[in-house]
């Protein structure tokens, strides 16, 4: 029923009554703007836990990484060492140790970027009010993995960069 009243209770009232006088059923209403609301909490609250549980996949993906950053400069210290006695700047051997990780995140993005979409499109699909996926929302998120991934294995790759080369070629 579409109703144009400010006293809603009394409408409510005078329903009841006139319900109550045709049959032995109970009254029982509800506003329109109350369902749409109930049906679109159970999507807020997805939304929260999966924004928690994306924060944590980002943290134990980085603490992954940076584990084996540490286990990739330990391998090649004595590489490392080499390099910087034959003259080797610290930054050429940031970029030589940088590279290999930004090859396997560019994959990563390539396998995760279309399957993402395929599957955003399909959940998107049961909404009545719905945006349209764009290249450019794959592009910032590749760009934000990209810059996380950089900032998680520089650190150590600075660190194996900055080693005097005398100790890590005297120790073994």
Known sequence: MRIKTEDIRGLLVSLEKLWKAETDTPFVYSFLN???????????????LFGIFAGL?????????????????????????????LGASVGSIVSLLL?????LILIAILVASPLAGYIMSQWLHDFAYRIDL???????????????????????????????????????
């Open 99 to 103: 590279t290999n990780f930004l090859k």
């Open 134 to 172: 764009s290249w450019w929302m794959f592009a910032i998120a590749g760009v934000l993995a990209t810059s996380i991934a950089i900032l998680t294995v520089s650190y150590q790759t600075i660190k194996a960069a900055l080693v005097n080369p005398v100790k890590s070629l005297k120790s073994e």
């Open 57 to 85: 996949a980002i943290l134990i993906s980085c603490l992954g990484l940076f584990g084996l950053a540490a286990f990739a400069t330990h391998q090649r210290t004595k590489e490392i060492g080499v390099r910087k006695v």
């Open 34 to 48: 109350e369902r749409f609301n109930s049906m679109y909490q159970a999507e807020q609250r997805i939304g929260r």
